[in-house]
């Protein structure tokens, strides 16, 4: 049995889509378990392209069976716009998508307060992406929000109320064109039943039926969305996002118990990047940062907003590696790095005029801190496709080495670029772990 959580250790877009779709094989199901549509996974292989923003990657191999978690806030819209999507793409995704009937309901109530808010805030904005994420989280907490098997519930008119009665107050407090673009209880009571009557084939008890295959000895391979230095207890606050982004939210996103799972693969850039506000120590505000946008494509996927670009941050990393228990880690767009003469490294924070080396909590530390930076030789050669270790120029080698020992995890994947086929597995007894001993499948599904 093996149950591997794959997650990224920055701020999000670390490329854990395509790491997911290439151990894919290794596993009987793969499973989100926090998060919306405000994610977004890229995976190329040979000459196909799919953005992926609800749907785990896995759905792009024929036999995985996928699943959206409890932990999941779900946008029916969007769900069927992908989901259409990748059904004209030739991808049949009948039979082995399913949704959790207590996963959350996101409402354009939701978005329109979400923007609403970003607005207000003027100079201030927190960075969300709009899509009503946190306002979905928010009237879960607050025990007012719909969950997918409350769609098709015969009480469902009331449960509309209710969150009406609480969203809607908000909006008029927020926006003067509120009033007007509020629909009626009726009118989003006919469109909850709508989406009810769409989605029924994909909605089942998503924890019941994971735990079952792991009782038959069974593999799952939990997807995380964003990255763990925005989860919302251990994130950069307020500067998160609204759910539990780290391994701990596996549990609590699906139902299945931490004990059941063995091992957890962190995604990590060779360099760092964040979208939207918030403190970002190594960032880059010259030629050196534009290159790495430039060659690293440093553009959101769900989104198009650009990155932030920056160096690596071993401080933030090694935090990220504590918080989520990591035992390897998928080092990504090291090719990216081809062109540089020399590479800076994060190994510490001045703040105040004194060097720490462990991520603080508070804001405005990370606001103020100053890097303090190793430097190191760069390859200027070109590693673009590169699939086996001893092929890496010595100095890019050297830079992984540095890596490992500055965050304490080994490196178990390498991506040379952006395609399935553009990364190098690392035959170890950590990367065989995480893989379920199916190493060798892997690497034969890599170029299919």
């Avoid at 793969?30 to 000459?47: E, I, L, M, S």
């Avoid at 919302?232 to 539990?244: K, M, R, W």
């Amino acid at each position: 049995m093996t149950n591997t959580v794959v997650l990224g250790m920055q701020w999000g877009d670390e490329g854990k889509g395509k790491i997911v779709d290439l151990i894919c094989p290794a596993f009987d199901a793969v499973a989100r378990y926090q998060g919306g549509h405000n994610a977004g996974h890229t995976v190329k292989f040979a000459d196909r392209h799919f953005a992926l923003h609800f749907l785990p990657s896995g759905i792009l191999h024929g036999d995985a069976r996928c699943y959206l978690g409890n932990g999941m806030v779900i946008y029916p819209e969007a769900f069927f716009e992908e989901l259409d999507a990748i059904t004209e793409a030739g991808i049949d995704a009948e039979g082995r998508l399913f949704i959790s009937d207590r996963a959350q309901v996101i409402l354009d109530l939701h978005a329109r307060l979400d923007q609403a808010r970003e607005a207000a805030r003027g100079a201030d904005k927190i960075g969300t992406t709009a899509r009503g994420i946190g306002p979905a989280y928010e009237t879960k907490a607050a025990r007012v929000g719909l969950r997918i098997g409350d769609l098709s519930g015969t009480d469902l008119e009331s449960r509309v109320e209710q969150l009406m009665d609480h969203v809607g107050p908000q909006l008029r407090g927020l926006s003067a064109t509120a009033e007007a673009e509020l629909p009626t209880v009726a009118e989003l009571v006919a469109r909850c039943r709508g989406w009810a009557e769409r989605l029924e084939p994909f909605v089942r008890d998503t924890t019941k039926e994971l735990n079952d295959l792991i009782d038959h000895g069974g593999s799952v391979l939990f997807e995380g969305a964003q990255g763990a230095l925005l989860d919302l207890d251990h994130g950069t606050f307020p500067y998160v996002t609204s759910s539990s982004a780290t391994a701990g939210g596996v549990a609590i996103g699906t139902g299945v118990a931490p004990t059941r799972l063995t091992g957890v693969l962190g995604v990590i850039k060779a360099y760092t990047t964040r979208v939207g506000a918030g403190p970002f120590v190594t960032e880059l505000h010259d030629e050196v940062g534009s290159h790495l946008a430039k060659r690293g494509n440093e553009f959101g996927t769900s989104t198009g907003r650009p990155r932030r670009c920056g160096w690596f941050d071993a401080v933030a990393a090694r935090y990220s590696r504590r918080l989520n228990g990591v035992d390897a880690m998928a080092v990504t767009k090291l090719d990216v790095m081809d062109e540089l003469e020399e590479i800076q490294v994060c190994t510490g924070y001045e703040i105040d005029g004194e060097i720490r080396t462990d991520f603080p909590a508070r804001i405005s530390d990370l606001m103020s801190a100053k890097p303090v930076y190793e430097t190191v030789p760069g390859w200027q050669q070109d590693t673009v496709g590169t699939l086996a270790v001893a092929e890496l120029p010595q100095a890019a080698r050297d830079y992984l080495a540095l890596l490992q020992d500055l965050v304490g995890a080994p490196v178990g994947l390498i991506s040379t670029g952006p395609r399935r086929e553009e990364t190098l597995v690392v035959d170890s007894e950590a990367t065989r772990r995480i893989l379920g001993g199916k190493l060798d499948e892997v690497i034969a599904g890599r170029g299919a």
